[in-house]
């Protein structure tokens, strides 16, 4: 087989080349394009400013807001707590106010009898010695008649 030769041309054609003259490392501005940048530059700056001292708002008011949420929280609670001792005190209160109606009767009763002259009350107790009494049997009729009643 016959050896192949390439042949290259690395001469690179496409790009014109700059006479020494023409050519500068650092390109001279103008001046409206450095305010551009400048102008860019500081709205970078302003806008990193606005954005940290929005989430530093932003975090300081969701602190609060959860702070201000944990005591209205324990303010339920204690208010349910609360609720449930008035609501005890209520029925134990009902219980015995039903039972103070019941004594001020009883009381009442005591006192109307004590104005009357039938009863007097006893000046001295007196003592009995205890008495054997015996029982007697109960005696049941031997018949279970009924006399009816003539009429109706």
Do not use: C, W
């Amino acid at each position: 087989m016959p050896a192949v030769k390439y042949s290259h041309n690395y001469e690179q054609q496409s790009q014109p080349q700059h006479k020494k003259s023409e050519y500068t490392s650092f390109p001279i501005k103008k001046d409206s394009e450095k305010k551009y940048t400048h102008n860019k530059k500081s709205a970078k700056q302003i806008n990193t400013a606005i954005n940290f001292a929005l989430l530093t708002f932003g975090g300081i008011l969701t602190l609060f807001f959860i702070a201000i949420y944990s005591v209205v929280a324990l303010s339920e609670t204690k208010l349910a707590n609360l609720h449930a001792k008035i609501s005890e005190l209520n029925y134990e209160n009902i219980e015995l106010e039903n039972k103070l109606e019941n004594v001020k009767s009883y009381y009442s009763v005591d006192n109307k009898v004590a104005a009357t002259t039938d009863f007097d009350k006893a000046k001295n107790v007196l003592e009995v010695n205890r008495v054997d009494a015996k029982t007697t049997p109960h005696i049941e009729p031997k018949t279970n008649h009924l006399n009816t009643v003539t009429g109706f």
